[in-house]
C-alpha cells in the first residue's frame, strides 16, 4: 500500500491556492450591490430626511466604484480568478471606497459604519492569513479615524446630528470586536470546509485507485478463469495427437509445439491471476481471508500481526463476507497505522455473532495522546504523538490523513468505529500489559457484511 503522502501530495496537486477560489465577477457584483445601497442611501438622506451632504464628493467616491467595475468587467474574461495580491487590492479599494464615503457622511454617526464588517469577512474567507491581518488593522484604523475626523451630518436648518459620546464609543467598540470575531469565526469555517473538502477528495482518489486495482484483478482471474477449460482441451488433444504422429516427425513437432504453448499460456495466466482475487466466485471470501489480505502488505516490516477470528462457539464457521474494496482499503489502513506505532505486536482481532462483527485492532505501543483522542478521525489532525520518531517512520507527517480515509471508507460499508487507548498512558514500561497501545474497535451490523447465499455463478460482462 502507498503511503498516505502520496495523496496529500496529489490533492495539493489538484486545489487551487487560497485566493485562486475567489472569482473577479463575485467581487463585482458584490460591488454593484453595495453600489446600488450607496446610491439609493444618498438620494433618501437628501430628497426625504432634507440633510445637507458633501453630494458632490460623496458621489465621487460612488463613481470610483461603477468606474472600477466597468473597467474590471472590459479588461478581464468572465471567468478570471484573482490572484492572492489582486483580490487584496480588490479588498483595499473597497475598504478604502466605503471608508471615505464614511468621512463624507458623518463617519460613526452613520448607521451604515457597520458594513465596513463586509471586506474583512471575505478576506478571512478566501485570501491568506497576512492578507487578512492587513486588511483587518486598516478597518479598525480606518474606523477609528472617521470615529474622530469626519463631515457631520446637518439637517435642512443647519442643526447638526449629534449622538451621545457613549453610543459612539459603543459603536465604535463593537464594530472593532466585530472585525475581530467575523474574521477569526469567518476563516476557522472556511479552513474547516476547505480541510474536510481536501481530505474527502484524498478518499475519493484512494477508493478509485482500489476500485481500479480490484477491476484489473477481476478481469485477470476471469480471464484465467473461463480460459482453463479452453486450454486443458488443446492440451489434451494435442497430446493425443502427438501419440498417434509418432511416424512423422515433423507433424509431431508441431503437435509438440502446440502442447507446450498451451502449458504457456496456462502458467502465464496462472501468475496474473495471483494478482487478482475479484472473480465473480471470489466476490466474498471468510472474514479471516478479508483479514489477512487487508493485513498481508504490512505484515513484513518487523511487527508481528497476530489475526484471529471467534464466533459463539469454537465449532461455528466464520462467515463469508463482501469483499469490497473500500472494506480492504479500510482495513489496511487501520492495519498500517497499528503496525507504525507498534513495538512489536499488532493484534487483529474479530468476533462474529448472528446479529453484528465486531472487529478490534490493538497494538503494543504507546498509544494515542490524551489531548487529540477526541479528534481522531477528523483530517489533518495529528495523531498518536506530538514528536515524531522519525527513525521508524520516515517521512511520516503525521496529519491524520489515513485514519481519516479509513474511517470515511469503513463507515461507508456500515461499520461505526471508536478510538481508544488499552492501558494509562502514564504506567510505568513494566506495569504496562502486553496490549497497552491504541484500540481501533470498528462494528458492523451483520446484515450489511455477510454476503446473501446463492450468488455465485458464471463470471459475467464487464461492462464500461
Known amino acids: 500500500m502507498s503511503n498516505q503522502r502520496d495523496f496529500t501530495d496529489e490533492t495539493a496537486l489538484l486545489r487551487p491556492e487560497r485566493a485562486d477560489w475567489l472569482r473577479l465577477r463575485t467581487l463585482i457584483l458584490l460591488r454593484w450591490m453595495a453600489i446600488v445601497g450607496q446610491f439609493v442611501a444618498l438620494v433618501v438622506a437628501d430628497q426625504y430626511y432634507t440633510l445637507q451632504l458633501p453630494l458632490g464628493l460623496c458621489f465621487l467616491a460612488v463613481g470610483l466604484g461603477v468606474i472600477a467595475n466597468l473597467v474590471s468587467i472590459f479588461i478581464f474574461p468572465q471567468n478570471k480568478r484573482l490572484t492572492e495580491d489582486e483580490a487584496l487590492m480588490t479588498l483595499l479599494f473597497d475598504l478604502g471606497q466605503l471608508s471615505f464615503l464614511l468621512y463624507l457622511t458623518g463617519g460613526l454617526t452613520n448607521p451604515f459604519a457597520l458594513l465596513i464588517l463586509a471586506p474583512v469577512t471575505v478576506s478571512a474567507?478566501?485570501?491568506?492569513?497576512?492578507?487578512?491581518?492587513?486588511?483587518?488593522?486598516?478597518a479598525a484604523l480606518f474606523i477609528t479615524l472617521i470615529g474622530v475626523v469626519n463631515v457631520p451630518l446637518r439637517f435642512a436648518d443647519g442643526a447638526v446630528f449629534e449622538v451621545p459620546g457613549l453610543f459612539t464609543f459603543g459603536f465604535w467598540l463593537s464594530i472593532l470586536i466585530g472585525i475581530a470575531f467575523l474574521g477569526l469565526y469567518s476563516r476557522r469555517v472556511a479552513t474547516e470546509m476547505h480541510s474536510m473538502s481536501d481530505a474527502l477528495l484524498a478518499t475519493q482518489m484512494a477508493l478509485a485507485r482500489e476500485q481500479k486495482l480490484t477491476d484489473l484483478g477481476g478481469v485477470v482471474a476471469a480471464a484465467a478463469h473461463e480460459l482453463g477449460t479452453p486450454l486443458a482441451t488443446i492440451k489434451l488433444v494435442s497430446a493425443e495427437m502427438l501419440d498417434e504422429l509418432a511416424d512423422f516427425p515433423d507433424l509431431a513437432e508441431d503437435a509438440r509445439l502446440i502442447r507446450d504453448q498451451a502449458d504457456r499460456c496456462r502458467d502465464i495466466l496462472r501468475s496474473m491471476g495471483k494478482a487478482g482475487k475479484d472473480d465473480l466466485h471470489l466476490r466474498q471470501a471468510p472474514l479471516g481471508a478479508v483479514l489477512q489480505e487487508a493485513a498481508e502488505p504490512h505484515m513484513g516490516r518487523g511487527i508481528e500481526v497476530i489475526i484471529s477470528v471467534a464466533g459463539p462457539t469454537p465449532e461455528t464457521r466464520a462467515p463469508q463476507v463482501l469483499r469490497r474494496p473500500e472494506l480492504i482499503h479500510g482495513l489496511r489502513n487501520l492495519v498500517q497505522n497499528a503496525v507504525d506505532f507498534a513495538r512489536k505486536r499488532v493484534w487483529v482481532d474479530a468476533q462474529f455473532a448472528e446479529d453484528r462483527i465486531v472487529l478490534r485492532i490493538i497494538d503494543d505501543g504507546e498509544g494515542f495522546p490524551p489531548q487529540v483522542i477526541g479528534r481522531i478521525g477528523d483530517p489533518f489532525v495529528r495523531s498518536r504523538r506530538d514528536a515524531q520518531d522519525l527513525s521508524r517512520r520516515p517521512g511520516y507527517e503525521g496529519m491524520g490523513l489515513g485514519l481519516f480515509i479509513a474511517k470515511t471508507?469503513?463507515?461507508?460499508?456500515?461499520?461505526?468505529?471508536?478510538?481508544?487507548?488499552?492501558?494509562?498512558?502514564?504506567l510505568a514500561p513494566d506495569e504496562r500489559p502486553d496490549r497497552s497501545g491504541a484500540i481501533v474497535e470498528v462494528i458492523w451490523p451483520a446484515a450489511v457484511l455477510i454476503a446473501p447465499a446463492g450468488r455465485l455463478g458464471e463470471n459475467q460482462v464487464i461492462s464500461g
Do not use: K, M, V, Y
Open 125 to 138: 474567507s478566501a485570501l491568506e492569513l497576512r492578507s487578512t491581518l492587513l486588511l483587518g488593522g486598516l
Open 409 to 426: 471508507l469503513l463507515e461507508r460499508t456500515g461499520a461505526e468505529l471508536s478510538f481508544a487507548n488499552a492501558a494509562d498512558p502514564f
